[in-house]
């Protein structure tokens, strides 16, 4: 009788523990634990800083030598700083410039005279190479540069290499105002 | 099969031995004892959300422009949490949420972004951490304890990260971020 029972009944324990163990590890133990994930984004972002002094203009005060009427060869104006400039991915700057017209003279200068000044305009302290617009040239290649890291300092822009649009054989007419805009732009690039 | 009907049989054998104690006197007197057990088992309760997005965490205007924005508090309730034996705790291992990219950074930025990360309440002094990566990202994930909680203990548990801040408040590099935190509720290390 008794081996019979004790038979009967082990094998019953033993389809039981499995089941019984399973649900202890998958539910409770002695400790728990839970993973959180913290995210956020940055997304990619540029600024050209501020203009440094006198509203970001360059003031070249008489083009001409009023002895000869011919372009100054010594215009000269201090460099542009804009300060605190960054981009938080790569990104591209790039310099664009119109040449300096003249503002109030109308229709084509007769032979012998022009109205508009060519120049070069670049800024540095982005990349390696400046960027660089010569507004007499038909094409600027140099004018957009890449920077691969993300990036903060100070941009120079300067101004240099004046020339008489038409040649230096031509003289610039008379105007109270030539006037020509410069645009540097910071871009992120992904 | 065979065995069913030799319990039956031992059944009927027991019978005539009971009806016989029974009537031995007017009364009689037996204990039974009534045994289990209670496993130790601690539980953190469903947590009301396991992803903390930050969303955008720089300011996108203003004179603070690209670097961090002033983040509110988030918080993460884990209701009904509990320990039904004595002598636990607490443990919070967390890191800086640190961008993916993995690049070098340049001076004046940060791929990392530290906060301070707190679990309440379980005992005297509490689990409390402050990230503390680099502007580079490097930096292992900290571990903080809270005190031994002396008894069985059911609590209303509160996650909450504050204090979000950039390694010199630096400019924060574009990219996705992220970073873990891992909160055990278990037996105290001081046993």
Do not use: H
């Not at chain 1, 956020?40 to 009023?66: K, Y």
């Not at chain 2, 031995?24 to 539980?43: F, H, L, W």
């Amino acid at each position: 009788m008794k081996p019979n029972l004790i038979s009967l009944l082990i094998p019953a324990a033993v389809a039981f523990a499995p089941g019984v163990a399973l649900a202890q590890d998958g539910e409770a133990s002695s400790s728990d634990s839970e993973n959180f994930q913290v995210i956020g984004t940055v997304p990619a972002l540029c600024s050209v800083g501020i203009p440094d002094n006198s509203g970001g203009v360059f003031d070249m005060g008489v083009l001409v030598d009023t002895t000869t009427g011919f372009l100054r060869t010594d215009l000269f104006a201090p460099d542009k700083t804009l300060s605190g400039a960054f981009c938080s991915s790569r990104s591209t700057i790039s310099v664009e410039a119109s040449a300096m017209q003249a503002q109030n003279f109308a229709g084509a200068p007769p032979s012998g005279f022009s109205s508009a000044v060519n120049y070069v305009a670049s800024a540095s302290g982005w990349t390696t190479t400046p960027a660089s617009f010569n507004t007499g040239a038909t094409t600027n290649p140099g004018a957009t540069q890449g920077r691969d890291s993300a990036f903060t300092g100070d941009i120079t822009v300067g101004v240099s290499n004046f020339s008489t649009a038409g040649g230096a054989t031509l003289r610039p007419v008379a105007d109270d105002q030539y006037f020509g805009e410069i645009t540097v732009t910071l871009s992120a690039s992904e | 099969m065979k065995p069913i009907p030799s319990i039956l049989a031992l059944a009927l054998l027991l019978s005539p031995a009971q009806l016989l104690a029974q009537s031995a006197g007017e009364s009689d007197e037996g204990e039974v004892q009534v045994i289990g057990t209670v496993t130790p088992i601690c539980v953190l309760g469903e947590p009301s959300d396991s992803i903390i997005d930050l969303g955008t965490m720089i300011d996108l205007s203003g004179p603070r422009v690209g670097r961090i924005a002033s983040i509110a508090p988030r918080t993460v309730t884990m209701p009904n949490s509990f320990c039904n034996y004595s002598n636990t705790m607490i443990s919070i291992n967390a890191g800086a949420l640190v961008e993916q990219g993995g690049a070098p950074v340049n001076t004046g930025f940060s791929r990392a972004v530290n906060y301070s990360v707190s679990v309440t309440p379980w005992a005297t002094s509490e689990a409390q951490l402050q990230t503390s990566a680099a502007a580079d990202g490097s930096g292992a994930p900290g571990t903080a304890n809270s005190s031994s909680q002396p008894l069985p203990q059911i609590s209303n548990l509160t996650m909450e990260l504050s204090g979000f801040t950039a390694p010199s408040d630096a400019l924060l590099v574009a990219g996705d971020y992220s970073g873990l935190i891992v909160v055990t509720l278990g037996p105290s290390i001081e046993d």
